[in-house]
């Protein structure tokens, strides 16, 4: 065999070895689980089996560890959903009672609730209006383009915008504006956001960033 083949060979082999090493690490891993867990429940039933049945340790061994990991989960859920909303509502209301600490968990606590994927969702655009003057631009985050009652009085097309205040997004001013003062940015929500916390300093890249100046388009005045 020349050197050309033994290359050859000694790549295929490795090639083969590299896909059978993580199969079989994971098998090691699992099957070390099931003698773990399986095996130490192994002696409460295995007695009540035929004798043909009894010889087969590994399959009683994964049962005994699918039915533990599923009473894990059962006492999980109880915990989380009945006794955990008991006790944490017990854990809330103390740290309500305690000076300057509920405000700080207030403040946290909002945050958490407005960057939840529930409260995320209200948002559906990232857009750029002027505000609170002509020339000044900030971020902000378009929540609605249903025409209703304000709409109607002053027989206008308005959009809603919400535009939060920094570094904490959960106060901020709703503004009713016109589609044509409203420049929509090709950016998710989450990186909009991350942009109003951070003051600034986190900016996302734009599309069109290598393009001059020159040859981006200016946004239009407002009205």
């Known amino acids: 065999m020349n050197k050309g083949h033994f290359t050859l ?6 090639s083969g070895l590299l896909l059978l090493a993580p199969l079989a690490v994971t098998w090691i891993v ?17 007695p009540l089996l035929p004798e043909s049945l009894a010889q087969f340790t590994i399959v009683w061994d994964i049962l005994a560890t699918v039915i533990v990991l599923a009473m894990i989960t059962v006492l999980g859920y109880l915990s ?6 008991y006790f944490g509502g017990l854990a809330e209301r103390f740290i309500q009672s305690i000076p300057g600490v509920n405000t700080v968990y207030n403040t946290v606590k909002q945050i958490v609730d407005t960057f939840s994927t529930q409260n995320r969702n209200l948002f559906s655009k990232v857009v750029l209006v002027q505000f609170p003057r002509t020339g000044v631009y900030t ?18 097309e308005l959009w809603t915008v919400f535009v939060p205040t920094t570094p904490n997004p959960t106060s901020g001013f709703l503004l009713l504006l016109p589609p044509e003062e409203i420049i929509e940015l090709d950016i998710s929500v989450g990186e909009g956001m991350k942009m109003v916390i951070s003051g600034g300093t986190v900016v996302p890249p734009a599309l069109g960033a290598n393009r001059p100046l020159s040859t981006i388009s200016s946004p239009p005045p407002a009205v």
Do not use: D, H
Request: no cysteine; aromatic share 20%; hydrophobic share 45%.
């Open 9 to 14: 060979v000694r790549n295929a082999f490795l």
């Open 139 to 156: 971020i902000g985050f378009l929540t609605n383009r249903t025409q209703g009652e304000p709409q109607a009085k002053i027989a206008r």
């Open 80 to 85: 989380r959903y009945v006794f955990g909303q």
């Open 30 to 46: 699992f099957r070390a689980i099931f003698e773990w867990v399986g095996g130490g429940f192994r002696p409460l039933f295995l």
